[in-house]
């Protein structure tokens, strides 16, 4: 059984430039877990690379949603070919960008991107659970928890450590996507988690030993929706 993170394009690429220290150790922690016998799949964000387009794109011509959707796809696209060549051989050797459709490999490891406009990469890692029979996913933002309201701008803004997804759904990401939407899980991807019993753990990816902990099951920093 995989394991999917799905890995905001944040955690990868910052203000600064590549967070390597971040993406030595997630390279070091993933081929460790593997050799003990675990496979996981990554769906890869677009995150500041996307958004930096996005932006450029409204600065020059006036774009519709579903067209900054497709160059939002393009970022995800780039930085899944960066994670797989980090992987080299230990991953399946393309892209995955249709999550409906299971692919056969005797990779324990499964690079994914996005796919159609109209969501981000959260609606791709629910879509590759349903495919590949995975009732969680583990969701890698740039956040630790989530919370009842923006905590940069609010200083009562209160952390959320569980919920549900009617109430997540209702009082945090609400019904509709916009491109570009910097949500802790996205509105179309937290319907059909609904729908399909997901359980998501939001955590900080960069604090690696929190997420090594929520993949073996124990107590972590983090929101749990389900």
Same mark, same amino acid.
Request: net charge positive.
């Given at each position: 059984?995989?394991?999917?993170?799905?890995?905001?394009?944040?955690?990868?690429?910052?203000?600064?430039?590549?967070?390597?220290?971040?993406?030595?150790?997630?390279?070091?922690?993933?081929?460790?877990?593997?050799?003990? &016998?675990?496979?996981?799949?990554?769906?890869?964000?677009?995150?500041?690379?996307?958004?930096?387009?996005?932006?450029?794109?409204?600065?020059?011509?006036?774009?519709?949603?579903?067209?900054?959707?497709?160059?939002?796809?393009?970022?995800?696209?780039?930085?899944?070919?960066?994670?797989?060549?980090?992987?080299?051989?230990?991953a399946h050797?393309?892209?995955?960008?249709?999550?409906?459709?299971?692919?056969?490999?005797?990779?324990?490891?499964?690079?994914?991107?996005?796919?159609?406009?109209?969501?981000?990469?959260?609606?791709?890692?629910?879509?590759?659970?349903?495919?590949? &029979?995975?009732k969680e996913?583990?969701?890698?933002?740039?956040?630790?928890?989530?919370?009842?309201?923006?905590?940069?701008?609010?200083?009562?803004?209160?952390?959320?450590?569980?919920?549900?997804?009617?109430?997540?759904?209702?009082?945090?990401?609400?019904?509709?996507?916009?491109?570009?939407?910097?949500a802790p899980?996205?509105?179309?991807?937290?319907?059909?988690?609904?729908?399909?019993?997901?359980?998501?753990?939001?955590?900080?990816?960069?604090?690696?030993?929190?997420?090594?902990?929520?993949?073996?099951?124990?107590?972590?920093?983090?929101?749990?929706?389900?």
């Amino acid at each position: 059984m995989y394991k999917i993170l799905s890995v905001g394009g944040s955690t990868i690429i910052t203000a600064d430039g590549f967070s390597l220290d971040f993406l030595k150790k997630l390279k070091a922690m993933i081929i460790r877990r593997v050799k003990s &016998g675990e496979k996981f799949i990554l769906v890869i964000g677009g995150g500041r690379t996307a958004r930096l387009y996005q932006d450029g794109a409204k600065r020059i011509t006036k774009l519709t949603n579903k067209q900054l959707d497709e160059i939002g796809i393009y970022a995800t696209v780039l930085n899944a070919q960066f994670v797989r060549f980090m992987f080299g051989d230990l991953a399946h050797n393309e892209i995955i960008s249709n999550p409906t459709k299971k692919i056969k490999t005797n990779k324990s490891i499964i690079i994914a991107s996005g796919w159609k406009p109209g969501c981000s990469t959260d609606y791709d890692a629910v879509l590759m659970a349903k495919t590949y &029979g995975v009732k969680e996913i583990f969701n890698l933002s740039n956040i630790e928890y989530v919370y009842d309201k923006d905590p940069v701008k609010f200083s009562d803004a209160r952390k959320i450590e569980e919920t549900d997804w009617k109430t997540f759904i209702k009082e945090i990401v609400g019904n509709k996507w916009v491109a570009g939407k910097n949500a802790p899980f996205d509105p179309v991807a937290s319907r059909e988690a609904q729908k399909l019993g997901l359980r998501v753990s939001i955590l900080k990816g960069s604090n690696l030993i929190e997420v090594e902990k929520a993949l073996s099951g124990k107590k972590f920093k983090g929101t749990v929706i389900e």
